[in-house]
């Protein structure tokens, strides 16, 4: 699959990268002077090529649309009515690619009252409840860092639908716009959480239910040595052996009663403060109690598990998340490098199959 990439930042590079990651040809195309060499640990960049074009120049919107001929996807994530000002709309990269699936990354989406507003992750996840939802009771609400809106919500949406559109148009020989908002897909993340809200298993009080840290079997808890541990112990037979790798069996009470929540997170509270995260650590390996020690960023990668699955990789010095999902007959390939140079969009387009606007 060829991708034609518009330089930008967050979410549609993301999402171009998990492209590049499963195979596809990816062409990054950035402003002149920075548009091609890149800081090795810029991973978001990785495997995909790099060219750059002054999109201000006709003859630059002329040698993008050339790209743009055999191309099968296009992804931008400008503000809505940008790239049609610069002669880059999807109607104009139609007349030369019927084909063409035109991806666009937005905050606010295509069209309604906000969609030419500034914002950020966190605005586009506060309008749809779910920034709202996340945090603890009779506390402020918690910012998941950008990974709820900008790639959730954003880019693994894009990607999704611009899957769906190129193989509906391998069958119609048509393309069309991809239209993904942050605002969408944040909302849409949430769709387990509103349908326990509508049907009553989800109170609208932040931290409250089971799996906002309402519950004291599915939080955190610190340990001796400042480090925490993750309890997830939602269902009985886990809950018990909760309990019994804590050997307070006789100390908790019923949880079935939520009156009761502020004792039991008090006694697994103490319990945990009285060894090490490691000491936990090697108490409930081997068992099926839900409860993982809290890692850092640095420490992830060397866990066993991550290291026999491969789940982080050093590619140049820099250790990064290898690509997913995986694929049982299929191989996926290893990260590629970061761009350091800049290649001629020409080039590409001839490679691509087209030379001055023709099919070679």
Same mark, same amino acid.
């Given at each position: 699959m060829r991708v034609v990439e518009l330089a930008g930042l967050g979410p549609a590079p993301f999402c171009a990268m998990l492209l590049a990651d499963l195979g596809a040809d990816v062409v990054r195309v950035g402003r002149?002077? $920075?548009?091609?060499?890149?800081? /090795?640990?810029?991973?978001?960049?990785?495997?995909?090529?790099?060219?750059?074009?002054?999109?201000?120049?006709?003859?630059?919107?002329? +040698?993008?649309?050339?790209?743009?001929?055999?191309?099968?996807?296009?992804?931008?994530?400008?503000?809505?009515?940008?790239?049609?000002?610069? $002669?880059?709309?999807?109607?104009?990269? +139609?007349?030369?690619?019927?084909?063409?699936?035109y991806g666009r990354m937005t905050g606010w989406g295509q069209d309604g009252p906000l969609a030419h507003t500034a914002g950020h992750d966190i605005d586009y996840?506060?309008?749809?409840? &779910?920034? #709202?939802?996340?945090?603890?009771?009779?506390?402020?609400?918690?910012?998941?860092?950008?990974?709820? !809106?900008?790639?959730?919500?954003?880019?693994?949406?894009?990607?999704?639908?611009?899957?769906?559109?190129?193989?509906?148009?391998?069958?119609?020989?048509?393309?069309?716009?991809?239209?993904?908002?942050?605002?969408? !897909?944040? +909302?849409?993340?949430?769709? &387990?959480?509103?349908? &326990?809200?509508?049907? $009553?298993?989800?109170?609208?009080?932040?931290?409250?239910?089971?799996?906002?840290?309402?519950?004291?079997?599915?939080?955190?808890?610190?340990?001796?040595?400042?480090? #925490?541990?993750?309890?997830?112990?939602?269902?009985? /037979?886990?809950?018990?052996?909760?309990?019994?790798?804590?050997?307070?069996?006789?100390?908790?009470?019923?949880?079935?009663?939520?009156?009761?929540?502020?004792?039991?997170r008090d006694v697994l509270g103490k319990r945990f403060a009285e060894r090490t995260r490691d000491e936990w650590t090697r108490l409930f390996e081997g068992t099926e109690a839900c409860v993982a020690p809290v890692l850092s960023l640095a420490e992830a990668p060397d866990h066993p598990h991550m290291a026999e699955r491969g789940t982080f990789v050093d590619h140049d010095g820099t250790v990064q998340p290898a690509p997913a999902p995986r694929f049982s007959r299929t191989a996926v390939p290893a990260p590629g490098p970061v761009p350091n140079a800049v290649q001629d969009l020409d080039a590409v387009a001839v490679e691509w199959g087209t030379e001055n606007g023709k099919d070679t």
């Open positions: 002149p002077g $920075g548009g091609g060499g890149h800081a /090795q640990d810029d991973v978001v960049n990785r495997g995909k090529r790099a060219v750059e074009v002054d999109l201000k120049d006709p003859a630059g919107i002329a +040698a993008l649309l050339r790209a743009v001929e055999t191309a099968d996807v296009l992804v931008e994530g400008f503000r809505p009515g940008v790239a049609e000002r610069l $002669g880059i709309g999807p109607d104009e990269c +139609a007349r030369v690619n019927p084909r063409l699936v996840v506060a309008l749809t409840g &779910m920034l #709202h939802a996340i945090g603890r009771k009779d506390g402020p609400p918690q910012v998941p860092l950008n990974l709820v !809106g900008d790639f959730g919500g954003g880019s693994l949406y894009l990607a999704v639908g611009l899957l769906a559109a190129v193989f509906e148009a391998r069958s119609s020989g048509r393309g069309q716009v991809v239209d993904a908002s942050i605002v969408d !897909g944040s +909302a849409h993340l949430g769709t &387990m959480i509103y349908g &326990m809200l509508a049907s $009553g298993g989800w109170k609208p009080e932040r931290g409250s239910n089971l799996l906002d840290t309402g519950a004291p079997f599915y939080d955190v808890y610190e340990t001796s040595d400042g480090g #925490h541990m993750a309890v997830g112990a939602l269902e009985p /037979q886990f809950y018990a052996e909760l309990l019994r790798v804590l050997d307070i069996e006789d100390e908790v009470p019923d949880r079935a009663d939520p009156s009761t929540w502020p004792v039991l």
